[in-house]
């Protein structure tokens, strides 16, 4: 779905509010669960593809998605705006449900239990919202990710800073890698986390849904003279 044409963003320092005004007074946005109903929405916004619901959950999830649809050639959507709700996460919900929240395990999950899975997604107030993207996928303040060079830190940390990971995987042979923070992320707080980019398509999906792991990360710092 795109930007509803009456969403409204206030922003007072690192503050930021999600609203909409009715009556002349301004009142927070809808939450997911609200907006799951077209007839809240067809008048004021409009969809840029209809996917299923998981698919909708993992492109909100990482901000952005590579679309493959019949008869129309694929094209990239990415974040425009959100409706200023924190995010929650459906684990809780499904937990005894489904073995894990990656993405295959999940879209494996929804077969079998369709109504528990989507119950737990519509639990989430947070909704982003998309925009067509004609370019390579983008991070913060338009950087173009490099896949495997390119992650998403906390805003703590400086856009373009060289950052040096070291982790064991299954599914990469790489055990240490040079990459860059170039992405921002609002699930991604705390100096101690970071979200990989590997790229888009089936394989780095299966790939992104295998690295949830623990490892080390070194951020590389030029050394101020006295």
């Known amino acids: 779905m795109e930007t509803p044409s009456d969403l409204i963003v206030k ?3 690192n503050k930021k509010s ?3 005004i009715i009556n002349e ?7 997911r669960e609200e907006l799951s109903h077209t007839s809240v929405w067809k008048k004021r916004s409009k969809a840029i593809v209809y ?7 993992l492109a909100q999830l990482e901000g952005s998605a590579f679309v493959k649809v019949p008869d129309h050639i694929p094209f990239r959507i990415t974040y425009s705006e959100d409706n200023g709700k924190e ?6 919900s499904l937990k005894g449900i489904c073995s894990s929240l990656i993405p295959s395990d ?3 999950c929804i077969l079998k239990y369709p109504k528990e899975v989507e119950m737990a997604i519509l639990k989430n107030p947070r909704y982003i919202f998309f925009k067509l993207e ?3 996928p983008r991070g913060s303040r338009g950087i173009e990710l490099i896949p495997k060079r390119s ?3 906390d805003p703590g940390i400086p856009l373009g800073i060289p950052v040096l990971i070291s982790f064991e995987s299954s599914v990469l042979t790489e055990k240490n890698r040079i990459v860059f923070v170039h992405d921002r992320g609002s699930q991604i707080t705390g100096h101690g986390r970071l979200d990989y980019f590997l790229g888009t398509g089936e394989t780095a999906e299966y790939q992104a849904g295998k690295i949830n792991t623990q490892g080390k990360i070194f951020l590389i710092l030029p050394k101020i003279k006295n």
């Open 11 to 13: 922003k007072d320092g």
């Open 51 to 57: 996917v299923k619901i998981v698919d909708l959950h």
């Open 151 to 153: 992650v998403a830190m």
């Open 18 to 20: 999600v609203g909409k």
């Open 106 to 108: 999940l879209k494996s």
């Open 134 to 136: 004609s370019s390579a």
């Open 25 to 31: 007074v301004f009142v927070p946005y809808e939450t």
């Open 87 to 92: 995010y929650q996460s459906p684990a809780e």
